[in-house]
Structure formats: C-alpha cells, structure tokens
C-alpha cells in the first residue's frame, strides 16, 4: 500500500488539516496522522502534552466517518527518542512495514525548508514529498530549485485548496477568550 505520512504538531487539528486529510486520503491508500512530540524547528511553550495532542487527533478523526479505514492517528513518534527528525520516523515506519510505501505530505513552506532537514536528500529520494498549496510560497519554483539540486528528488504538487487558517491562529483566538469552534476539526 502507498501511505501518506502527515505529520506535525496538530495544536489543535484544525478544518484545514481536515480538507488535507480528505485529499490525502483520496490520493493514497491510506494515511497516517503522526502527532510529533517536539518539531526540531519549533518552540514548545504553549503546547499540549503529545499524549493529549494524540487523544484530541484520534477523537478529531473519529468526528469524520469520511476517513474511517483511510485515516489513522500514528503516535510512532511518543516511543521515539528526540530529536524527532522526519527521516527517522520515516525509517522507522519502513522497518515497520516493509510492504508499503510512504510519502511525506508537507505545506509548500516546508518544500522551503527542506534543504535545512536532517538529511533531506534521503526524504526526497527514497520516500518522497506531496506538497500543497500554503499562502506565499511558489511550489513550482521550489520543486525547480529543488530538482537542480537532485533530478531524482520525487516531489509531487497536490492539487488542494488554499488553507488559510492556522493553529496558532486559533490557539490565539482561544487565549483571548474567543470562540473558535467553527475552525476545529
């Protein structure tokens, strides 16, 4: 089976991480939603404990009977050690499953930074990227850039709508005192 690995924080799981989820699940054979415990790239002040991140996920997905047998809530990452790079979570779901094959779905800002990953070049060449549209990236320019580095790179440009909304937009709304159900997953 072809697997996507989407993979992030989800503090919280937002109705854009639900359209890329329908995608996703639309395109590959299935999907796993890997709560990371800690991004390398990111502050963790103001998160939710992963354990918690993982239960509010698994109860998220439950809410969509769309993505029953397609979507699954992977806490791959709560086992391992930090850091928490991509490509040895990657790995590691390799080893684990041998018979499928994966592939990293990651926002176009991430396309960006992939050159500054831990060895972004075995995440390109030997698994993959599908990447979609996020606000005031070029995916195009980016996958060129990327290509010229290594023509074998495997980078796949979803066609996905526009997610404007943030988590950290909503954990600012939520601060406030603001309600922000409307945008939860």
Known sequence: MHIAVYSGSFNPLHIGHLAILRLLAARFDGVYLVVSPQSPFKDASGNATAADRVRAAREAVARHPELAGKVRVDDIELGMEPPHYTVRTLRTLREREPE?????????DNLESMPRWREHEVILREFGVAVYPRKGYHRGYLKARLLREDPSYRIELLKA???TISSTEIRETLASGQ???RWLM
């Open 100 to 108: 499928n094959e994966f592939t990293l779905a990651i926002g176009a």
């Open 161 to 163: 709508p526009l997610v």
């Open 179 to 181: 309600d922000a159900t």
